[in-house]
């Protein structure tokens, strides 16, 4: 199995417009391949502009934001391709749709890399950001998901949360915590 890579992605429509999704890219020789499921922004985006960025950041409040509508994190201009990364990312690359996989629930954008850049050093892991990170999956599955399931998943996540969080990742998991409840409750 390849490894997946969860990145912060973000594609540009016809107008230069970004869109910002967290996206699991999957490493292949040379680059990555983007499975976005039909219909989707991303999707959109990549037929009209073969084009992205993907942003490695720990900052897992911008994974969370992107699940509840708070998609206006700063950007800064992408070097060799049209488009912007995240503002703050700790490294990001730059991707060119190189071959498209058509697929009739997720086509696979094959990727090369054409540029990538570090800009700060790695900080290591934290339990809670990963934590955050099931978080935000299971709330893209919210409509797939029985509630018991979600209210399992999410107790058993909140242990790494109360042991190794700090503000950002509390945050994060407030706002998705919040999301979740209003759809358990129905
Ligand atoms: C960590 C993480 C990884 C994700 N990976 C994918 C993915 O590979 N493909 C996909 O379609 N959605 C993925 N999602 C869900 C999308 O981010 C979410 O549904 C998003 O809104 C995409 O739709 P949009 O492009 O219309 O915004 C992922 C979500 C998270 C939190």
Redo the contacts with the bound molecule.
């Keep these: 199995m390849p490894i997946i890579r969860?990145s912060i992605v973000i594609t540009t429509d016809a107008d230069n417009r970004p869109?910002i999704?967290?996206?699991?890219l999957i490493e292949e020789a040379g680059g990555f391949i983007a499975?976005?499921?039909i219909p989707?922004?991303?999707?959109e985006n990549l037929r009209e502009r073969p084009f992205l960025t993907a942003s490695v950041t720990d900052d897992v409040r911008v994974?969370a934001g992107?699940?509840v509508g708070r998609r206006d994190w700063p950007l800064a201009p992408a070097v060799k391709i049209p488009g912007f990364y995240l503002a703050g990312a700790h490294a990001h690359r730059e991707l060119e749709v190189a071959e498209v996989t058509e697929d009739e629930q997720r086509p696979r954008f094959h990727c090369r890399v054409v540029h990538e850049a570090a800009h700060a050093p790695a900080p290591g892991f934290n339990r809670a950001q990963a934590a955050v990170?099931e978080a935000?999956?299971l709330t893209?599955r919210l409509h797939m998901l029985p509630p018991e399931k979600i209210r399992a998943e999410l107790a058993y996540l909140a242990i790494a949360i109360g042991k190794t969080a700090g503000e950002r990742e509390r945050e994060a998991w407030e706002w998705l915590t919040a999301k979740i409840d209003v759809h358990i409750r129905g």
């Design positions: 969860e869109h999704a967290p996206l699991g499975a976005p499921f989707s922004r991303t999707l994974f992107c699940l990170i935000a999956i893209s």
